[in-house]
């Protein structure tokens, strides 16, 4: 078995708001996670999202250390950045898979999810970023809904961008000239070493 989470963050300050560019000084609002089960053909067997507010956060270290692989997007530089005041794990550590870093390495640039998964998926996000922080400024019932959405929002478009990935070995992408192109991508697992299937026998 083998488990993956998916996660993203949203924060309750932009930079704009801050002196520098740590996103640990940002401060997070909420945490989305969806943590699931693949078995040995990497079909899904079980799998569940969740989100966690700052008072909650103690409650998902344990998911993030357990993991197989744990993925997002710009999710090293800046989602384990911005975690990182609130425990003593060294998240950047763990067993990341930072889907804009493969794009990147690929490419030579950034793209930003939302136009990966418009012309991969054919949808996208039905928000914003910095309404997030509005949100969480707002405080309400009906705008923190929409906060935990939105984030929740993020994560199934990574999770469903990595899987498409994964599958087909490219994702789509608007080029320069308005072109519609392809960047090839390996998410596929490093075979295990016989030092692992030995330990796998015990």
Known sequence: MIIEVFFDVET??????????????????ICSVYRRVMDGAMREVSGEMMSFWEKDFDRMWEMFVSADRI??????????????????????????????????????????LDSLCRDTLGSGKTDVGTNAVVYFAKGDAESLEKLQKYC???????????????????????????????????????????????????
């Open 12 to 29: 309750k300050k932009l930079f704009s708001d801050v002196e520098g560019d740590d996103p640990g000084l940002l401060g997070v609002s």
């Open 71 to 112: 993925i997002g997007f710009n999710s090293i530089k800046f989602d384990a950045a911005a975690l990182q005041p609130y425990t003593s794990i060294q998240l950047k550590k763990l067993k990341h898979f930072d889907i804009l870093e493969k794009v990147r390495t690929a490419l030579g640039h950034r793209l930003s």
């Open 152 to 202: 929740e929002m993020d994560v199934a478009l990574t999770r469903d961008l990595y899987d498409f990935g994964m599958k087909n070995k490219y994702l789509k992408f608007t080029d320069r000239w308005n072109r519609l192109s392809t960047v090839t991508v390996d998410f596929s697992y490093p075979p295990r070493s016989e030092k692992d299937r030995q330990i796998g026998l015990f």
